[in-house]
């Protein structure tokens, strides 16, 4: 009659109870007329190889990473790039009389690769970017220009994300913006001139080799002007008014250089190409280094076991190996399927992968996530609906990237023992 495969829902509670995880044995219901039940457990072997992800977005992420430093994944170098737009209203400028009084350049940041102090120090300097700043896609190879006009730069401590630190703005070219926009420069008609003469602003740190930083995006970056001109009443008094410059709803993006010629990795040159990994496998946000893993040891289970029910099955990756201290690890990891040229297998906008337990298999939009414990250093997860459907054979899949969630958000990364790669299935037969 073939195989017969159960998919109902043995209580993992019974699971717990009648199996040890390495002994297996009959299991009884008291009745005659239902056959008992032995449990078992299979460790499914997994080959697991290095490929370098084609290209990385890095425009529009909320993060402009700028900064270097020295990891086990490589030497990394950022640029951060934001265009620029002014929100004064060309209706109501200064008029002759108005003086300017100061000017504000403000910065956040949401992000450090290393979170100690004694790496919080940064030199940050913003140079005119050189030509015009198209509206279009940027990964983290991309890159633009840079003149050698200097528009702001400080020495800042950045020891907490929720506070707003102050770039120093050339005060040449703030009396140059301001004179502009009160005498009604041509440069300064509207948005297109004004970024013909101001493209935006590139962000660098020097100095430090020692840290990457991320300046927050958008209306955030942000360079405001305080004035004061005669009141239009005639009655004396002063009025306070503003305008601002901001990168809102304006392109941004990061370039990210990683040099591995002094890694174990120096050999992981071109995208889209599968390499054996070392003695340990890599997985690198923002360098794009990813684990390739083979799963397809699932389709020797799937044949040998003619009578399986599939109770539960755990994918774990760890314990992973030291990290450098105030260092942490990408949060969780999706397991996106990837085709034969190793490109990550899209859907839509989404990539497709092994989806949440109860889903869709065939979905998209809710993929499994392998959540980071700090404790035990281990990413984990259930991947028991997948299996499930690959020995039924509703759907297969034989080539998994372990992506991490933060690809585009970070520069983080971790090592891991290929022997620390573990796919457990707990399933139950049949007494014969």
């Not at 591995?260 to 599968?274: G, L, V």
């Not at 799937?302 to 760890?318: H, R």
């Amino acid at each position: 009659m073939g195989k017969i495969r159960i998919f109902g829902a043995f209580l993992v509670v019974g699971l717990i109870v009648f199996n040890s995880c390495e002994d297996s044995g009959p299991f009884g219901l008291g009745t005659e007329d239902v056959a008992p039940l032995e449990f078992f457990t299979e460790d499914i072997p997994i080959p697991v190889s290095q490929v370098l992800i084609d290209s990385i977005n890095s425009r529009g992420t909320g993060r402009l990473l700028t900064g270097a430093v020295n990891s086990p994944a490589g030497q990394m170098s950022a640029t951060a790039y934001s265009a620029l737009t002014f929100e004064a209203d060309v209706t109501d400028r200064p008029d002759a009389a108005a003086t300017l009084d100061s000017v504000k350049f403000s910065i956040n940041f949401n992000y450090l690769y290393d979170e100690s102090e004694v790496n919080s120090f940064a030199s940050i300097k913003a140079y005119k970017i050189q030509k015009s700043f198209p509206d279009t896609t940027y990964v983290t190879s991309s890159t633009l220009p840079l003149t050698n006009e200097l528009i702001a730069s400080a020495d800042l401590n950045i020891v907490d994300l929720d506070s707003t630190y102050e770039l120093v703005l050339d005060q040449a070219w703030a009396d140059y913006v301001f004179s502009g926009f009160l005498n009604e420069e041509d440069e300064f008609e509207n948005d297109s001139t004004f970024n013909r003469f101001m493209p935006g602003l590139g962000f660098v740190v020097e100095g430090n080799q020692s840290n990457i930083f991320s300046i927050v995006s958008g209306q955030d970056l942000e360079i405001r002007f305080y004035y004061s001109q005669p009141a239009a009443d005639g009655s004396g008094l002063t009025d306070n008014k503003e305008f601002a410059i901001t990168g809102e709803n304006k392109p941004n993006f990061f370039n990210l250089t990683v040099d591995r010629s002094a890694t174990d990795y120096s050999a992981i040159q071109q995208p889209a190409t599968e390499y054996a990994s070392p003695a340990y496998s890599l997985v690198h946000s923002g360098g794009a280094v990813i684990t390739k893993l083979d799963i397809s040891g699932l389709n020797d289970f799937s044949e040998s076991k003619d009578n399986a029910v599939i109770n539960l099955v755990e994918f774990t990756v760890g314990p992973i190996l030291d990290l450098p201290e105030d260092v942490d690890p990408p949060a969780a990891l999706y397991m996106y399927f990837t085709d034969d040229q190793n490109i990550p297998v899209r859907d839509g906008s989404n990539f497709r992968g092994i989806q949440r337990d109860g889903t869709n298999v065939l979905s998209s939009a809710f993929p499994v996530t392998l959540a980071y414990d700090e404790e035990t250093k281990t990413y984990s997860n259930s991947i028991t609906t997948f299996v499930q459907s690959y020995y039924q054979d509703v759907f297969r899949r034989n080539h998994v990237f372990l992506f991490p969630t933060d690809i585009n958000q970070s520069v983080n990364s971790f090592q891991i023992n290929p022997d620390d790669i573990n796919l457990k299935i707990f399933f139950s037969e049949l007494s014969r």
